[in-house]
């Protein structure tokens, strides 16, 4: 079980793609941090998440301390996505049991001081000019990296994933038909 932890995210376009990024890979709880208020998913959110946000527990934590409280409580290891000299590279790192992959702000990312208290920071590798990735990308190829080898992937039904066990049911009647 993964979590996935917004930290002063301000676009509804970016909060839209990464919950929907989020239910697609079979997330846990979303984590709002730094907001005054629960996040309002309006019309301009829902067009990025097409709704799904209603498929996922949200959870509003007003500062880190709560946040990182609220990870020891749920046994929860904060993993942090950050272009710093100490990272990790994402390929190859292996995530911990409970990861809770947390993505800063578009304009000043997270802090030193958030940093420090992660249990990892991981970084994905660029090879072009662009001085770094948008945040609800970089959190899509985070979970996506997260996701890539469990053994429990949704079947592909017609043109839609379905639930392994819906998969499982459907082809129970194909083959007795």
Partial sequence: MFCTVLHSLKSPQNVGTIVRSHV?????????????KPWD???GTQAFSRKLER???????????????????HSYSPVAIEITAIAVQLPGFAFPARPAIVVGGEAA???????TRCEHIVAIPQFGPAEYLNVGVSCSIALYELNRQRSDRNAVV???YEPAQAAHKQLQRTDHA
């Fill in 55 to 73: 498929l996922a527990e949200l959870v509003f934590l007003a500062d880190d301390d709560s946040f990182f409280s609220w990870c020891s409580v």
């Fill in 41 to 43: 998913f309006r019309k």
């Fill in 158 to 160: 017609g043109h839609k």
């Fill in 109 to 115: 990312g997270l802090s030193s001081a958030f940093l």
């Fill in 24 to 36: 697609a890979f079979g997330g846990g709880p979303v984590i709002f941090v730094g907001q005054r």
